[in-house]
């Protein structure tokens, strides 16, 4: 399937994780964490999103935290992101996010029933 991946600026995460939180809230979404030190690692079974966010306020300002499981049991935060990508089908589909640390971590939110993707900046 061909795909076409799209960063989103970083001042409009807020925004566009806005949107994806209000489409895909309580949707069932598939964890995995990509790094130096842990190697690829999936979360074992599909997950709802509880919700997804920008922390824009606080001691976590610029991190982007993620509630997940049916009572939030599961969450997860990105401390120090600098790049979201949106990789999108050619269908207009968000197959998955794309968040990237500097320091070589990355989180992959997979979506199990891919949204549309929000239009940003136009």
């Not at 925004?15 to 309580?26: A, C, K, P, T, Y």
């Not at 050619?90 to 891919?114: C, Q, V």
């Amino acid at each position: 399937m061909d795909q076409r991946t799209l960063e989103i600026p970083k001042e409009q995460w807020p925004n566009f994780l806005s949107v994806i939180d209000e489409q895909e809230r309580d949707k069932p979404v598939r964890v995995e964490f990509v790094g130096p030190e842990t190697g690829d690692q999936s979360a074992a079974t599909v997950v709802r999103l509880r919700s997804i966010s920008a922390v824009t306020k606080g001691s976590a300002e610029g991190s982007i935290e993620m509630d997940l499981g049916e009572d939030a049991e599961f969450d997860h935060r990105v401390f120090t992101p600098s790049h979201v990508y949106a990789v999108q089908s050619t269908s207009g589909m968000i197959e998955y996010l794309d968040i990237e640390e500097a320091n070589e971590r990355k989180t992959i939110l997979r979506f199990e029933e891919p949204p549309k993707l929000p239009l940003v900046g136009s």
